[in-house]
């Protein structure tokens, strides 16, 4: 499993771990990823995705899943994501 944002592509920096006597070692600075369900009003079901704790806020400020997926950008999103993005549209135009 990647270590990979599925909705903003987020994924390991490397840096420095500075000791008091400004010994500097290579380090990887890791997102904070989790396990969430996040429901589709427009699919009514809910869509397993493994996203950073910065994109989950995110999603709740554009106002949930679907608003989230109608702004981003298909060369951040992840297969998995690019196609809950799609079935949403499909499901939006059938709608109107």
């Known amino acids: 499993m990647s270590r990979r944002c599925e909705l903003t592509g987020k994924g390991p920096m490397t840096g420095n771990n500075v000791s008091h006597a400004n010994n500097k070692t290579k380090r990887r600075f890791l997102p904070n990823l989790n396990d969430v369900t996040l429901q589709s009003e427009t699919l009514g079901r809910g869509v397993k995705l493994r996203i950073s704790a910065s994109a989950l806020r995110s999603v709740d400020h554009r ?10 950008k298909d060369t951040e999103l ?19």
């Open 63 to 72: 106002g949930g899943l679907d608003a989230f997926l109608a702004k981003a």
């Open 78 to 96: 992840s297969a998995n994501a690019l196609k809950v993005k799609k079935e949403i549209a499909k499901a939006q135009a059938a709608q109107a």
